[in-house]
């Protein structure tokens, strides 16, 4: 893995920053959290510990930024695509949505961490099972809009079932590349549309 390119003027803070950030999002994700130290983050970055340290109380306070920015980008991704295919029978959104979710999550192998905490660390354990429940409550938010006849009382089981079985599929497809992800989203789509429109 080569470092991030750093040219020889002085960063912005805001620059040295993202070179943290993206050098963290690199390693945690070729790693894992536990394997990647602090040394190997600031090599990565090109910069020094004071520098990280000025952005980041530690290591722990990085990966929680990580996850809270993946998470967000994460869970845009798809509701963007809703908004631009308003025109569109809710199927043909559907597909354009997981084919966003599966796009973002192909190209950002550090959300692994976002779908399945594997760091043994209690607060960040903490965080992505928060993260999971807003995730769940966007579901749920989507499940009244599209799908208003289902009773109130089914609509968090249903959001943890479309959460779990995106973030289940997810990591099974990282760790089986050979699975066609177009099966993969067809199979959701069928258990998606099943629950919209029973």
């Given at each position: 893995m080569s470092k991030i390119a750093v040219s020889s003027h002085r960063l912005a803070a805001d620059e040295r920053r993202l070179l943290i950030e993206d050098a963290a999002t690199q390693l945690f994700a070729a790693r894992g959290y536990v394997a990647t130290t602090v040394e190997d983050i600031v090599n990565q970055a090109g910069v020094t510990k004071p520098?990280?340290?000025?952005?980041?109380?530690s290591k722990q306070d990085l990966v929680m930024t990580l996850l809270e920015r993946h998470r967000d980008e994460l869970a845009a991704a798809p509701l963007d695509v809703l908004l631009a295919t308003g025109d569109r029978p809710?199927?043909?959104?559907?597909?354009?949505?997981?084919?966003a979710w599966f796009d973002y999550v192909d190209a950002h192998p550090f959300v692994r961490l976002l779908l399945h905490d594997s760091t043994d660390d209690s607060a960040v354990a903490e965080l992505v099972q928060e993260l999971h429940s807003r995730?769940?409550?966007a579901d749920v938010a989507l499940l009244r809009e599209f799908a208003p006849h289902i009773p109130e009382r089914e609509l968090a089981p249903?959001?943890?079932?479309?959460?779990?079985?995106?973030?289940?599929?997810?990591?099974w497809r990282m760790d089986h590349p050979d699975v066609n992800r177009a099966d993969?989203?067809?199979?959701?789509?069928?258990?998606?549309l099943a629950i919209v429109e029973s």
């Open positions: 520098i990280l340290y000025r952005h980041f109380e809710f199927a043909e959104r559907l597909d354009a949505m997981l084919d995730q769940r409550a249903l959001g943890e079932l479309i959460r779990s079985a995106l973030s289940s599929l997810a990591l993969i989203t067809d199979a959701l789509r069928r258990v998606i």
